[in-house]
């Protein structure tokens, strides 16, 4: 079964520090993995996106990295600020007749001053 | 920059009413997806279409239609609101190719709330 798991379910963290988010996934065929943040009351808007040859991307302070063998992801957040407060949303994306998008159900972070 | 817009942000239903969600893109994509957010649950495909006045079941289509008439305005429509489906609406656009074949990144509306009393 096509499943998208991420870890853990909610973060609080001090403004300034850094954290790791995690997503798991069990799609197959796979094609490729995004990261969304999303925040309160709003649509999702695309961090970043990785394809099966890509192991690490960069976006200002976050960085994804995607390890096609253990199909494990990680979104790392460094020098954490209070609009970094909201959900983080893995999603990947795998073809089996049509393209399918399986998502996570998120990590919801906090950012505290 | 990709918009898409969706016709109502927060949206309050009596139970049995009809409830026509709008979503417009203005990018020209080929694709647009009607999800579902709940609590607790990742993003749940309702519908999506591939084409003008193509489209395709998702996951949890049961209770929901749609219609696409014109390329960048995707249609979600509740036949009879039920308690059940009070919810968060997301849309979203992609560029495609026919039949849905296509990874490309997917852009999102910001989201209607709807609440069915």
Known sequence: KNQVEQSPQSLIILEGKNCTLQCNYTVSPFSNLRWYKQDTGRG????????????????????????????????HITASQLSDSASYICVVSGYSGTYKYIFGTGTRLKVLA | DVKVTQSSRYLVKRTGEKVFLECVQDMDHENMFW???????????????????????????????????????????????????????????????????????????????????
């Open chain 1, 44 to 75: 999702p808007v695309s961090l970043t996106i990785m394809t099966f040859s890509e192991n690490t991307k960069s976006n200002g302070r976050y960085t994804a990295t995607l390890d096609a063998d253990t199909k494990q992801s990680s979104l």
């Open chain 2, 35 to 117: 999800y579902r957010q709940d609590p607790g649950l990742g993003l749940r495909l309702i519908y999506f279409s591939y084409d003008v006045k193509m489209k395709e079941k998702g996951d949890i289509p049961e209770g929901y239609s749609v219609s696409r008439e014109k390329k960048e305005r995707f249609s979600l429509i509740l036949e009879s609101a039920s308690t059940n489906q009070t919810s968060m609406y997301l849309c979203a656009s992609s560029v495609g190719l026919a039949g849905g074949r296509s990874s490309y990144e997917q852009y999102f509306g910001p989201g209607t709330r709807l609440t069915v009393t």
